[in-house]
């Protein structure tokens, strides 16, 4: 079989007809080779090979702001503009790198996540400690610090180059392509870390222009993530880009000004977790869905999302991320409390990570309860376009079943009683619901007050936690057995709010 094959491909090879025909224009060797060509040019407009091998280190250090698209106080545009900072260090000589990236979100604070690697080992942490606290966000080794490689270099502009030139056989030419009149020639790479990006090149100048990417959005759907650098200066013989515009679809999410430094000196700190920071105490593995008081449950694969059971049906509180995180749920549930529909929905508020998974509940047939200024963002959800990660929910001519209530609404079959309060406008959200079972004594709350994910610790709450205590007085409810939170699935004691309240200086709950 094998000599027959060997001799039929030695025929055609050597078959002259075909020998002289071009290669196909969609041949993947000629594809891969339009790439290099078309790469190797913007090494050159970069500064060259020789010179961009020749750094040792580069860092940068970035400023600017963020539109906070789907995390603003407002459910839909004109989004809330929040400070955005960060740094990246890639020591190429040490094979070492830092970044930093802070955003402020509107009410609740500075989050700033840091990644330290040396080689294939280390650390992800948060370095304000408001929502993670001192507990490690994620610990890197082997294959999996290839997340932070890759995404180091899609914000070292030259270094990346360098990258795609050496990975081998990941690259394609997409042919030539125009954006905003400009023509451009386009590669897929597929970065170390899996995941394919699309690099843009300036056909006139053949200087890299910048990168897109595509995901699904829960909220979106289908979303084209666009990183445009420009504004370019040299240092030494290297070209690096002085402004980044990260769009999001037609929409600029974010602007910074980049600073980029060569070859400085490298305090070795900098690629250490800070002291102080330890490896998160582990979950008790235990049931998915977790009682924590008569007829109330928490999703513990789903953060904080609540359920409570009635007589003849389930009301689900929070439905975070995307339709499949949603759909989750409700398939635990169906097992859990076969014959008992999910009757309510209801999100705190409009953020992604809170109202996300909407369209599973709307094609499940449940109602979402929810506060007036948010039934306009929960209607164009049930519209919106996923042709990257289809589902099947198609919105009936008169759409979802939403209700709206205003300042407060109660849930009760005489024996089991919810009550949902509008705790907005507050300086996270203009309208958002928190939910309270008076005869559990439990409160559920959504970014008002962060405490750590595991273990008995508390973070100093923000203002917005001392407002929510007020909030909470002045709704009569003084104290409760249990506190939940939308963000992770632990149970906070009154003593530990109040201490969190305390460490702030606010005694008075
Ligand atoms: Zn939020
Ligand atoms: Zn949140």
Redesign the pocket.
């Known amino acids: 079989m094998k000599t027959i094959l060997l001799a039929l491909i030695l025929t055609l090879a050597s078959t002259p007809s075909l020998a002289a025909e071009p290669v196909a224009a969609d041949s993947t060797l000629h594809s891969y080779l339009q790439a290099r060509a078309v790469l190797g040019r913007a090494i050159d407009a970069a500064g060259g090979q020789a010179n961009l091998r020749r750094l040792r280190n580069v860092s940068l250090a970035y400023a600017g702001h963020r539109n906070m698209i789907n995390q603003s106080r407002r459910a839909l545009p004109p989004w809330d503009r929040e400070p955005a900072t960060g740094a990246v260090v890639v020591d190429r000589e040490g094979k070492r790198m830092y970044a930093e990236n802070y955003t402020a979100y509107p009410g609740i604070g500075r989050f700033g996540g840091a990644w330290a690697l040396k080689g294939d080992l280390g650390a992800h942490w948060e370095i304000d400690r408001n929502h993670h606290g001192s507990e490690l966000i994620s610990v890197y080794s082997e294959r999996n610090a290839d997340g932070p490689w890759a995404f180091a270099a899609r914000w070292m502009p030259p270094l990346l180059l360098l990258d795609a030139w050496d990975s081998g056989t990941y690259l394609r030419s997409l042919g030539d392509a125009t954006h905003k009149g400009k023509a451009m020639h386009a590669l897929a790479w597929t970065q170390r870390d899996g995941a394919t990006i699309t690099l843009l090149f300036d056909a006139g100048s053949g200087a890299f222009s910048g990168f897109e990417s595509i995901h699904d959005d829960g909220v979106y759907g289908d979303v084209t993530d666009r990183i445009e650098y420009s504004d370019w200066r040299a240092i030494g013989n290297v070209r690096f880009p002085t402004r980044r515009i990260d769009w999001f679809n037609d929409e600029i999410a974010r602007d910074l000004a980049l600073d980029y430094r060569v070859d400085t000196a490298l305090a070795d700190a900098r690629f250490e977790v800070p002291p102080g920071y330890s490896q998160p105490a582990s979950m008790a593995a235990g049931e998915r869905l977790r009682k924590v008081g008569d007829g109330v449950y928490l999703d513990t694969e789903m953060g904080g999302v609540m359920i409570v059971e009635f007589e003849d049906f389930l009301t689900v509180v929070e439905c975070p991320g995307d339709y499949a995180m949603a759909d989750s749920t409700l398939a635990a549930l169906r097992d859990a409390f076969p014959g008992k529909p999910v009757r309510y929905v209801v999100p705190s508020h409009t953020?992604g990570?809170?109202g996300g998974g909407a369209r599973a509940y709307f094609h499940a047939g449940a109602t979402l309860l929810t506060t007036p200024g948010h039934v306009e963002f929960y209607r164009r959800l049930a519209q919106v376009r996923r042709s990257i990660a289809p589902d099947p929910y198609v919105a009936a001519g008169q759409g979802p079943s939403i209700e709206a209530f205003r300042g407060e609404r109660t849930i009760s079959d005489g024996s089991q009683t919810l009550v949902l309060y509008d705790i907005g406008p507050n300086a996270h959200s203009e309208e958002l619901t928190i939910a309270h079972l008076p005869r559990q004594g439990i409160v559920w709350q959504?970014?008002v007050y962060f405490s750590p994910g595991t273990g008995g610790g508390v973070n100093p709450a923000m203002p917005i936690g001392i407002d929510f205590a007020k909030k909470l007085k002045s709704l009569g409810i003084d104290g409760f057995e249990a506190l939940l939170e939308?963000?992770n699935s632990r149970i906070v004691t009154a003593a530990e709010f109040r201490r969190a309240l305390a460490l702030s200086g606010y005694r008075e709950y």
């Open positions: 953020h990570d809170h959504a970014d939308a963000h």
